[in-house]
């Protein structure tokens, strides 16, 4: 990985930003920016100055795009940039500059760069960090961090504890070797088990005073260049095979074209490999000498990440979600992002708790994964917005299984989701009657679709003639279903396996200690059974049906 190189916004085009520059004065974007630019200097350091890795990669990727977004949009409002080496002891300057590398977003940024270049060579891009070695005479006698590109931290001692680092190369003479430590992990998919935190682990242990030989055991080193041997790639990966540099000539093969590439990218991606990996690296084989290397990403050489793991989002709105039992759910509305092909504009919070111990307001930067390669969830908080709007939740002691059974003020969202309920599968199994449908219908009463028929519904849910007649014939077929399911559709608590025989007049009898004497009742279940049949709105509900001849709510008066 390559921090504080700058990152052109060609390679990370914000799906957040993708709609246009926010609406926001210049204030607003001044401090937006500047707590933007303030958070990747912390990060920085943390890398930088302290060995590890406070955030991931692709979120510190992400980051870093959207603030060179923002100072496009917002260049009269652009902050100070500050060097996280400031006051570092990153002061020994490289033999030969680290390079960093530009990242394709996309196959299509792939071919573009390809052009009519030639000699062509793809490699795993190991997600470990970065090293430069120096050998005099064969032997080694300095190893040295990336630090900033041009200069770096002294990790000779560490280096000398690192098993896979050879302390002699008599083949290599007075030479530079750059590449990458890597925490060993055998057998890794990346698709299956992301970075694990190998990187961070390394970046770890290289900033404690004294590595432990058992420790250094665990660190592998993958030579990704050597910047002062042969002119041709071929030729330099002997060379590095013949000082015992197996993985460079075993992972750097000669690709002929995008095709080619895609397909070694999809491979690594899904394949084991000894360590974990980001991406893949596109190189020509022959590049300038090094003498003309510079701290900046160079022109031959270019990286191509793999989907993100966790996508960096923006918090439109915040959502309370009321269920049909009264169980309050966060919902965050997000600007779409991409996440393994997917577009993922909401994400859940579980539980109302969980919203208030992160306190998520719009505007917030959030991190979302994709739990099981599937469901998306938040994974983090990772940036505040500068203005914190004010945000009020349900109050959670209004709500429960018998409160909104009518829209009123405040009842609008839990009596939605009645109507889903006893719509869906579990309940009377009404087809073509989805959330978005119910909604249309604006009811004043959970059993007032019954009075609907073809034309009536095509009126107020403004669907067509055909389906509006299907519904009808729907609606009037559910008056036949037997009691027990209409009983679920009205939201009776489940009994699990327990029996319950009888019709509504003899269930509504029911006290609580009667429910305890049907096998399989405990005590809490059988008072909610009791509290349900005696409220005054399931009683309503039990008389409508009864006079709509629905069998075992009694005959109509």
């Known amino acids: 990985m390559n921090r504080w190189i700058a990152l052109p916004a060609l390679c990370f085009a914000l799906p957040a930003l993708a709609d246009g520059c926010p609406d926001w004065a210049v204030d607003r974007a001044s401090a937006e920016m500047n707590m933007l630019a303030t958070q990747l200097l912390e990060w920085d350091r943390a890398y930088h100055v302290q060995g590890r890795s406070a955030v991931d990669d692709e979120l510190y990727d992400q980051t870093r795009a959207r603030l060179d977004v923002l100072r496009g949009c917002f260049p009269q409002a652009t902050p100070e940039e500050r060097s996280p080496l400031a006051g570092s002891d990153g002061k020994y300057e490289h033999p030969v500059p680290q390079t960093g590398l530009d990242k394709l977003r996309d196959i299509d940024d792939l071919r573009r760069w390809l052009g009519q270049r030639r000699d062509l060579w793809v490699q795993p891009k190991v997600d470990g960090v970065a090293v430069t070695l120096v050998y005099r005479k064969g032997w080694l006698v300095q190893a040295i961090s990336r630090g900033n590109g041009s200069r770096g931290q002294d990790w000779t001692s560490r280096a000398r504890r690192i098993a896979a680092i050879p302390q002699e190369l008599p083949g290599i003479g007075d030479g530079v070797l750059q590449g990458e430590?890597?925490?060993?992990?055998?057998?890794?998919?990346?698709?299956?088990?992301?970075?694990?935190?190998?990187?961070?682990?390394?970046?770890?242990?290289?900033?404690?005073?004294?590595?432990?030989?058992?420790?250094?055991?665990?660190?592998?080193?993958?030579?990704?260049?050597?910047?002062?041997?042969?002119?041709?790639?071929?030729?330099?990966?002997?060379?590095?095979?013949?000082?015992?540099?197996?993985?460079?000539?075993?992972?750097?093969?000669?690709?002929?074209?995008?095709?080619?590439?895609?397909?070694?990218?999809?491979?690594?991606?899904?394949?084991?490999?000894?360590?974990?990996?980001?991406?893949?690296?596109?190189?020509?084989?022959?590049?300038?000498?090094?003498?003309?290397?510079?701290p900046e990403p160079p022109k031959w050489a270019i990286a191509w990440k793999y989907p993100f793991a966790k996508a960096l989002a923006e918090v439109r709105a915040v959502d309370f979600r009321i269920g049909r039992t009264g169980r309050i759910t966060p919902l965050l509305q997000l600007k779409p992002v991409e996440l393994d092909g997917r577009r993922i504009r909401r994400v859940g919070l579980g539980s109302l708790n969980r919203w208030r111990d992160l306190d998520i307001r719009p505007g917030d930067q959030v991190a979302i994964a994709l739990a099981g390669l599937t469901i998306p969830q938040l994974d983090s908080v990772v940036l505040r917005a500068a203005e914190r709007q004010p945000l009020e939740a349900p109050d959670p002691a209004r709500y429960n299984a018998l409160s909104c059974f009518r829209p009123s003020a405040g009842c609008e969202e839990q009596f939605l989701a009645r109507l889903e309920w006893l719509g869906g599968r579990k309940g009377l199994a009404l087809r073509g009657m989805g959330r978005s449908t119910w909604a249309s219908l604006k009811l004043d009463g959970l059993l007032d679709w019954l009075d609907l028929d073809a034309t009536g519904l095509a009126e107020k849910a403004g669907v067509a003639e055909a389906r509006a007649t299907r519904l009808a014939r729907s609606f009037r077929d559910a008056r036949g279903q037997p009691l027990a399911l209409w009983l679920t559709a009205l939201g009776m608590p489940s009994t699990g396996a327990a029996r319950l025989d009888g019709d509504w007049a003899s269930l509504s009898s029911r006290a609580a200690q009667e429910w305890r004497k049907v096998p399989g009742l405990g005590p809490v279940r059988a008072a909610q059974l009791e509290a349900f049949f005696q409220h005054p709105e399931v009683r309503a509900l039990a008389n409508r049906l009864q006079a709509e001849g629905v069998a075992g709510f009694g005959a109509p008066q």
């Not at 042969?230 to 995008?258: I, K, N, Y």
């Not at 893949?280 to 022959?286: F, L, P, S």
Request: proline share 5%; glycine share 12%; charged share 25%.
């Open 181 to 294: 430590l890597y925490w060993r992990l055998d057998d890794h998919v990346q698709a299956r088990q992301g970075g694990q935190g190998a990187r961070g682990k390394v970046a770890g242990l290289l900033n404690r005073r004294e590595l432990k030989e058992r420790d250094g055991a665990g660190i592998g080193l993958f030579v990704w260049d050597w910047p002062d041997g042969p002119t041709e790639m071929e030729h330099r990966l002997r060379g590095l095979q013949a000082m015992g540099f197996t993985d460079a000539q075993a992972l750097t093969l000669p690709v002929t074209g995008t095709d080619e590439i895609a397909a070694w990218r999809e491979h690594w991606y899904r394949s084991p490999l000894p360590f974990a990996s980001d991406g893949i690296v596109i190189r020509q084989g022959t590049r300038p000498a090094a003498r003309q290397w510079k």
